[in-house]
C-alpha cells in the first residue's frame, strides 16, 4: 500500500483543489473584455461570472450586478454553475471520507475498513475533478470562438479571466489526489510460492536389492 506521507500528500493537494474549486466557483473573472481595438484605451474592465457580471473603474470604484435570471442565461452557464457547485460538494464529501480512511489518522477501523474508505474518497475527488474541468473546458471553447468570431464586434470581445485558470489547476489537483488515493488501495499480491517435488534419493542397498531382485526374475 503507499505510505502514509503518500496520502498525506495527496491530502494537501485535495486542500488546494478544494479551496480553488470554491473560489474559481464564486469569482466574478470567469471572462474579461479583450483589451483589442478600441477597448485597449478604455479605463473600464468588464468581468463576467457564474453568478454575477462586475465592472471595474481605473478609479478604483467597483461595482456587481447579480445574475437572478437562471433562464435567461446561456445553456453553458447554466451547466457551469450546476457542475461547479456538484464539484465542489463531491470534494468537501471527499476530505472527509479521506480524513478517516487515512493511514495517520486513528478513525476508520481497522486496515480494510480504512481502504475502502480511501477509495470512496478517491472516487469523490475523481469525480469533482471531472465535474469541474468540463465546465472550465466548455466556457474556455465558447470564449475562444466568440473571440474569433469576425461577427462579433471588438467591444463584445472577452479573453478567459483568473477564475478559469484556477478551475483548470484545481480539477488537476483534485484528478491527482483521487488517483493516489484510490491506488492506495490495493495491496500487492505476493505471488504463489510452489513447492518443488519432493525427489526420492534410494539408498546404495536398495538400488542393489532391486536390481537382484529383477535379475532373480529372468533366471
Not at 167 to 190: E, H, N, R, Y
Amino acid at each position: 500500500m503507499a505510505s502514509a506521507s503518500l496520502q498525506f500528500f495527496a491530502f494537501i493537494l485535495a486542500l488546494f483543489g478544494v479551496f480553488g474549486d470554491i473560489t474559481a466557483t464564486l469569482l466574478p473573472n470567469w471572462k474579461v473584455n479583450a483589451d483589442v481595438g478600441s477597448n485597449i484605451i478604455t479605463a473600464i474592465t468588464q468581468m463576467q461570472g457564474l453568478w454575477m457580471d462586475c465592472t471595474w473603474y481605473s478609479t478604483g470604484m467597483f461595482s456587481c450586478t447579480l445574475k437572478y435570471s437562471v433562464l435567461s442565461l446561456p445553456i453553458y452557464i447554466q451547466a457551469a454553475r450546476t457542475t461547479m457547485v456538484l464539484s465542489c460538494i463531491l470534494s468537501a464529501f471527499g476530505i472527509c471520507i479521506t480524513t478517516v480512511g487515512m493511514k495517520c489518522t486513528k478513525l476508520g477501523g481497522d486496515a480494510a475498513s480504512k481502504s475502502h474508505a480511501c477509495f470512496g474518497g478517491g472516487i469523490c475527488f475523481i469525480l469533482a475533478g471531472i465535474f469541474g474541468l468540463v465546465p472550465t473546458s466548455w466556457y474556455t471553447r465558447e470564449i475562444i470562438s466568440n473571440f474569433l468570431d469576425q461577427n462579433v464586434p471588438e467591444s463584445s470581445k472577452h479573453e478567459p479571466g483568473g477564475a478559469v485558470y484556477t478551475g483548470f489547476i484545481s480539477s488537476g489537483f483534485l484528478l491527482i489526489a483521487g488517483v493516489i488515493f484510490c491506488t492506495s488501495c490495493f495491496k500487492k499480491q505476493p505471488g504463489a510460492w510452489i513447492c518443488p517435488p519432493k525427489q526420492h534419493h534410494f539408498s546404495s542397498t536398495e538400488e542393489e536389492s532391486d536390481t537382484g531382485y529383477n535379475l532373480k526374475d529372468y533366471v
